[in-house]
């Protein structure tokens, strides 16, 4: 497993409100490439609750929106937009839960559109949300103008979290 570099940290501007480490709202998401998948490694927190303890569907779908997108970057080198988005909550999310592992990677590919398989999945390795995201990958020269040249991994090989 290797840590993603953010492509973006450069750009004037950047204020992801999933993966800008600055956003002081934001999430704050980090990525790593394992194999075929990125994964992101997330502790929620109380105030990301919806219900009592429970957190925010909104949330954990910006979550899943999110690593898909980063999926695009990463593995196919380019930018992309979100074009449908499908989620499943089958378990609750506890917002005191220690760790959320959410695991994303490419199912299909078809006429510039991606659809990806995303998963979080709780401390007990629960799958708790399921989701799907249909992203459409920019051709290169929309990609350069939105900013993005390319999406490398550390050169440290690191265990798996």
Same mark, same amino acid.
């Given at each position: 497993?290797?840590?993603?570099?953010? %492509?973006?940290?450069?750009?004037?501007?950047?204020?992801?409100?999933?993966?800008? %480490?600055?956003?002081p709202?934001?999430?704050?998401?980090?990525?790593?490439?394992?194999?075929?998948?990125?994964?992101?490694?997330?502790?929620?927190?109380?105030?990301y609750?919806?219900?009592h303890?429970?957190?925010?569907?909104?949330?954990?779908?910006?979550?899943?929106?999110?690593?898909?997108?980063?999926?695009?970057?990463?593995?196919?080198?380019?930018?992309?937009? +979100?074009?449908?988005?499908?989620?499943?909550?089958l378990?609750?999310?506890? +917002?005191?839960?220690?760790?959320? +592992?959410?695991?994303?990677?490419? +199912?299909?590919?078809?006429?510039?559109?991606?659809?990806?398989?995303?998963?979080?999945?709780?401390?007990?390795?629960?799958?708790?949300?399921?989701?799907?995201?249909?992203?459409?990958a920019?051709?290169?020269?929309?990609?350069?103008?939105?900013?993005?040249?390319?999406?490398?991994?550390d050169?440290?090989?690191?265990?798996?979290?």
């Open positions: 497993m290797r840590r993603i570099i953010n %492509p973006y940290l450069h750009l004037e501007g950047y204020n992801c409100f999933g993966c800008c %480490p600055d956003n709202v934001g999430l704050h998401m980090e990525f790593f490439e394992d194999g075929d998948d990125i994964v992101s490694y997330w502790r929620p927190q109380d105030y609750q919806g219900w303890e429970v957190m925010h569907g909104g949330i954990l779908s910006t979550l899943v929106d999110e690593t898909a997108g980063w999926v695009v970057t990463r593995k196919l080198q380019t930018a992309g937009v +979100t074009s449908r988005l499908n989620v499943s909550y378990h609750p999310v506890k +917002t005191s839960d220690s760790q959320l +592992t959410i695991r994303a990677h490419i +199912t299909k590919q078809s006429h510039g559109f991606v659809f990806i398989t995303v998963t979080i999945a709780d401390s007990h390795e629960q799958v708790c949300v399921e989701g799907e995201a249909v992203y459409r920019m051709p290169e020269d929309v990609s350069r103008e939105m900013g993005f040249t390319h999406c490398d991994v050169d440290e090989q690191l265990l798996s979290m």
